[in-house]
């Protein structure tokens, strides 16, 4: 009695994680167009951005343009550097939505994250250390704050990206 081995073709599904065999007439059947289970054509289609990650991969990207604009009233420039961003959101595997977090909410910052929604409110305001909880107009110290949080953006990312390396 001979014996044969045959290989098949299986898919699994990246959405639902449900696995099956396609055979037509006992033979493997073309890759099919959408899930056995779930029914959706992107089924093949592994590791897709959801929507939270999209947008803080968009704020990182647009940081540059933030600190410019956010300089662009004192001779002190704030300096975001571009191409870390870019290496950064181009690493292999792609940040963790936790990462990106790390870099959009750092840790230790004494005024609100600069972000496309908050770039004119209460510009070069800066806590009041003689009065908790209120702002005074201090255009040196807010530059310099913000100076701060890129620089503490940039070192995480580097961070992240060294880690990697590793």
Same mark, same amino acid.
């Not at 803080?56 to 001779?75: D, N, P, Q, T, V």
């Given at each position: 009695?001979?014996i ?9 599904c990246?959405r639902?994680? $449900? /696995?099956?065999?396609?055979? %037509?007439n006992? /033979?493997?059947?073309p &890759?099919?167009? @959408?899930? !056995?289970?779930? *029914?959706?054509?992107?089924?093949? @289609?592994?590791?897709?951005i959801?929507?939270q990650?999209?947008g803080?991969? @968009?704020?990182i990207r647009? $940081? /540059? ?16 550097? !571009? ?13 963790? &939505? !936790?990462?990106l *977090? #790390?870099?959009?909410?750092p ?6 994250p ?5 770039q ?5 305001? &800066?806590?009041?250390?003689d *009065? ?6 201090d255009?040196?110290?807010? &530059?310099?704050?913000? /100076? #701060?949080?890129?620089?503490t @953006?940039?070192? %995480?990312?580097q961070h %992240? ?6």
């Amino acid at each position: 009695m001979p014996i044969h081995r045959t290989e098949i073709a299986e898919y699994e599904c990246a959405r639902c994680g $449900y /696995k099956w065999v396609k055979r %037509i007439n006992g /033979k493997d059947g073309p &890759v099919p167009l @959408r899930c !056995a289970k779930c *029914k959706r054509t992107s089924w093949n @289609r592994n590791g897709l951005i959801n929507g939270q990650e999209n947008g803080l991969r @968009r704020r990182i990207r647009g $940081y /540059k343009e933030l600190y410019e604009y956010a300089s662009f009233y004192s001779s002190d420039k704030i300096y975001w550097s !571009a191409d870390l961003a870019e290496k950064f959101l181009n690493l292999s595997p792609r940040p963790t &939505v !936790a990462e990106l *977090k #790390q870099v959009v909410y750092p840790r230790g910052l004494t005024i609100n994250p600069l972000d496309s929604q908050n770039q004119y409110s209460n510009r070069n305001f &800066v806590p009041n250390p003689d *009065k908790p909880g209120w702002l005074k107009y201090d255009k040196e110290e807010y &530059v310099k704050l913000r /100076k #701060q949080e890129a620089h503490t @953006r940039q070192e %995480i990312m580097q961070h %992240i990206i060294d880690s990697r390396h590793k």
